[in-house]
């Protein structure tokens, strides 16, 4: 008896998990909440699960996000998703001497129209970008992000948001040596894919 119970708690801690990443990733595709922690935690509030030690990990959610959009976005989602992808390499090109790198969202294929673009830019000074911005007259806000890099180190990234090529675009300006390793993925904890412009430009033509 003891073991019939122990297997049907664990078949109901994972339906709940599943149930969560579902509805996690519904509000990420329809509320445009785009940080997996916050989904998962609001999932739990709108199924009265707060209390839940067993959250979704976010590479659950990332699966659950990829099939909730084919079931429900397969008519809107791939255009979104081109569409920001042709806005990225417009965004690469202008800011060429940084040595930008897609990732995130639009690089995963995950990306809908709630999503920003996520570029990585090289430059020992991040006042270089924002002079950059200044004298191409392109209006931004400065931000930073914590962010955990391949060697485990945790570093503040200082950022810049703005909008070009009618999408919705963040800066994240690391040092020329991070050029070496990338951050963590959020979803899987593995180094990030990073594109840079010849790759982008080959991944939009192969889709």
Known sequence: MAKKSKHNSSRKDLRMRQQLAQEAARLISEEGINDFHTAKHKAAERLHTQQSDNLPRNDEIQLALNQYQRLFK????????HQLRQASLKAMRLFQRFKPRLTGAV?????????????????????EVALFLLNTKIP?????????????????????RLEIYDAPVLLMVFKHKDLRQAPRHPATGKPMQRFNLNKVAALIDST
């Open 74 to 81: 397969s008519d809107s989602q791939p255009q979104q998703l």
């Open 107 to 127: 690089l995963d294929g995950i990306a809908n129209e709630f999503s920003e673009i996520d570029l990585h830019l090289f430059d020992d000074s991040s006042e």
């Open 140 to 160: 931004f806000s400065h931000c930073s992000q914590k962010v955990s890099m391949a060697n485990g180190n945790a570093i503040e990234i200082p950022c810049y």
